[in-house]
């Protein structure tokens, strides 16, 4: 398609670079703000900017926040003993949606997985180790998505930390061995994580 504008050309051609646009949509969109006030583009534009440069890790749980201890952690009202070990940001975001788990978090960044070439090292799990080894942590529940990278994972952090005297559990299988966190229904997710199981009762193969 020849288009009568090269800035148009250019944005359409930066804004399909995002997952799920097309060159079609990304189209409609650029024209969208054509026809709004250019108040519009100068926020959408600023607050990504901003968001960009800005954002950055959790210094205790490795979520994303604004500033060095993010939200969740510093919350006092949340119970610290008990800690939820998930994969990634979206799942953060998928069980704080269902409004049941009042411990904290920690994001390990990824799951174990030999073929992709992500090792340990790669992985937020030192930092995780230590907190437990420093005391103060009751309960680590595992609610990495039930697949053969999330339950080596599983097993490689509970191995460490199996002799130190806390509670290990898994969340509930509702959710279909393979599925992904953040795609399970509230409801379904919450009730998982309500019925956890002590976590030797969730090994399957290992
Ligand atoms: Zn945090």
Redesign the pocket.
């Known amino acids: 398609m020849e288009m009568s504008s090269k800035l148009l050309e250019k944005a359409v051609a930066e804004i399909s670079q995002l997952p799920g646009i097309g060159k079609r949509t990304a189209l409609r969109l650029a024209l969208h703000l054509l026809k709004q006030p250019e108040e519009h583009t100068r926020l959408l534009t600023e607050s990504l900017q901003k968001m960009r440069e800005d954002i950055r890790f959790?210094n205790?749980?490795h979520?994303i926040?604004d500033t060095d201890?993010?939200l969740?952690?510093a919350n006092t009202s949340r119970d610290r003993t008990v800690i939820c070990v998930v994969e990634d940001i979206r799942d953060v975001m998928a069980i704080e949606n269902t409004s049941l788990f009042k411990g904290?978090?920690h994001v390990l960044g990824g799951k174990i997985s030999p073929i992709d070439g992500v090792g340990p090292s790669q992985l937020n799990i030192v930092t995780l180790i230590d907190k437990v080894k420093a005391g103060g942590v009751k309960e680590l529940i595992f609610a990495l998505s039930s697949t053969m990278e999330g339950d080596t994972t599983n097993f490689y952090i509970y191995r460490q930390i199996k002799d130190y005297n806390i509670i290990t559990s898994a969340i509930a299988r509702g959710i279909a061995v393979g599925d992904e966190l953040e795609f399970a229904d509230e409801v379904t997710l919450g009730r998982s994580i309500i019925h956890r199981v002590p976590f030797e009762n969730s090994i399957r193969s290992l």
Do not use: A, H, T
């Open positions: 959790c205790s749980c979520n926040s201890v993010c969740i952690c904290i978090y």
